[in-house]
Structure formats: structure tokens, C-alpha cells
């Protein structure tokens, strides 16, 4: 007798289905060493929702770590997405170490979140524009002085001194100090005109290179304008010039006789250095008198060439001759009665 067409599928079902049940745990096994389920932690982005225009959250977290679960390949997808966390800010006041709720967003499907995330707290504070002094840093050369009242920061096409424009927590305007630093030295006396020169902060003494994202906030601290034109004006400084000697003479030559030429070695100049605001007033120098009382004839003398205190000349001494000849015969002069008895007086020079 012939067996039912479905017998083969009720004889020995038991071994049948266990046959099913491997064939399909063999597959899954397959499937699964491929693709994992994995317990994982997320680094998130963080957004801040219904952020009050007049708070700044201080030293934000860009991101937070979420446990998640989830195949390797939707959790590894997660991960690479725009998910985050959200902190609802809407009741947010200034203070610090608030504490804010956080919720996790999971747009892919198939991950889980394995445990709730958060608190976490944070600091805010108002956010304050502030009107900043732009001091010029400069680098004087000995001897040179920068004229405050005429050493400023020039903003757009005015020529006068203006100030930059800060928005940023309380905290950070409270203690930033706004600057330019003009490292061209300043070797005379001179007014410098120097453009786009860009404005530089500092916070208690230390150096912020870049204020929007060296000092972490939300929103970023901003500045206008981020040029100036800087003039500098200066005075002081060395100058070198040149500049006669004034010879003089003392006394009075022999009756008869006159000066009649007078010369100075090596030369009648001499080089003069020394601070501009002296040097710049010179027109000659004076050596120590020379003096004739009484003479008939050339005299020959070494003298110091006098000059003011920090000035200095080039050659510091001279040789003067004044020669002196004479111009009459005294004696019958004095007979004729054209001359009173005693030596002729004489000029100096």
C-alpha cells in the first residue's frame, strides 16, 4: 500500500525540526558574528534650545557621551550622524553649576539608549558689549620717547583715536584688555602713519591669540573692528650735525697794533651728536677765550670746544691762531695827539 503524498513531511518531524531549528541558528550565527549586537558609548553633539539673546553659556560641552545599544553596523552608523543631545534652555538664568535636563535623539533605527543620560550643569552669564581702549605697544630705541597724547588707534577714515567694540560674557569683558602690537622700531623723533594693524586681547595679563574660539562660549565672543590704523609720534632721539666754532678773545693788544686774521685747525667746523632737541638748536660752539692783553704779535693756543651736557663734538679740541699785526706807529701817534697814551683797544671775536 502506498503512503498519503504529505507522509514524507510527518514522518520523523521531530528530527525535521530540529534539522530547521540548527539550519537556522547556524544562519543567525553567521549573520550575527558579521554584525554584532554591541554595547557601546556615543560622544554626541550637544544643541542648546531656547537660548535666552542676552545669556552666554560659559565653557559650553560640544559634546556627551550616550550609551546605546544596537547592531555594530547601526550603532557604528549612529555615531557617524548628526544625533546629539538636547538642553532646553528657556528657564535658563545667570549663575553658575545650573542644572539642566538633557534628552538624547535617535534617529537610527535599531539603537537603543541603554540608561537615562544626564544632568548636567552649567554656567551662564550676561552678555554685555563693552567699549575697549586700544593701546599701542610699541619698541622704542634708547633715548626715543613715545608722545602719549599723540600715539592712538584710528578706526575707518576718521583721524581720531577710537575704541574697539567687544561682546562677550561679563566675565571675559571684565578683564580684557585690547591692544596693537607695533614691533617696528622707533629709531627718531617722527609721526608714523601704519594701517591695517590688527587689534590683539589680552584676559589678566595673558595673551588671547584668537578671542572667538580661544575663549569657549556660546555665543562667541565678537569684536569689531578687527583692523585699526595706528599712528605713532615720537620725539627725542640722536641727531649729528655740523656746526661752526666762535672764536673770542680777552684783553687788549699792544697800543698799535690790530687782529688781523684769525684761523682754526684742524677745522673751522666741527661735528656735533647728541639728543635732537638740543642739537637741533645749535648753530655754532664756543671754545674758552683767547686772550691778547697786551700782544704784538701772533699767539697760538689749544682750546676745548664747549658744547652742552650729552653733546658731544668731533674734534673734541682745536688750535687757534690769532694773528695780530700792527696798524700804526703808537709813539707818534700818541705825539700828534691823535691817540690818548695806553694800548688801542681792540674787538673781539
Known sequence: MSEPPVSWMVNNWRLKLLSLVLAVGLVGAVAFSQNPPVFD????????????Q??????????IDVPVAGL????????????????NLANA?????????????????????????????????????RQLDIEIRTKASPGIAVIPEKTYAICGNSNDRCQVSVTAASSVVDVLKAYVDYDVPLTSANTVISPNEPVKFEANGHPINDL????????????????VTVQVATRGGTMTRTVGVA??????????????ASDVQPSPLVTITGPVDQVSKLTSLPIEPVDIAGLTGTTIVN?????????SAEPAMVRVTVVISQAFNC??????GLVSPGPAPSPSR
Open 41 to 52: 558609548t556615543a560622544a554626541v553633539r550637544v544643541k542648546f534650545a531656547d537660548q535666552p
Open 54 to 63: 542676552d545669556l552666554v553659556v560659559v565653557d559650553p560641552p560640544t559634546t
Open 72 to 87: 555594530r553596523d547601526t550603532v557604528t552608523k549612529y555615531k557617524n550622524t548628526a544625533a546629539g543631545v538636547t538642553i
Open 93 to 129: 538664568k545667570p549663575g553658575p553649576n545650573q542644572v539642566f535636563a538633557v534628552t538624547p535623539r535617535t534617529d537610527v533605527p535599531g539603537v537603543t539608549v541603554r540608561s537615562r543620560v544626564g544632568p548636567i550643569r552649567l554656567t551662564l552669564e550676561p552678555q554685555e558689549t
Open 212 to 227: 572667538p574660539n580661544d575663549v569657549k562660549s556660546l555665543p562667541h565672543a565678537t569684536f569689531t573692528p578687527p583692523t
Open 247 to 260: 672764536v673770542r678773545t680777552t684783553g687788549t693788544q699792544a697800543c698799535g697794533y690790530a687782529i688781523t
Open 303 to 311: 682750546r676745548r670746544v664747549q658744547t652742552p651736557s650729552q653733546v
Open 331 to 336: 709813539a707818534a701817534a700818541t705825539a700828534a
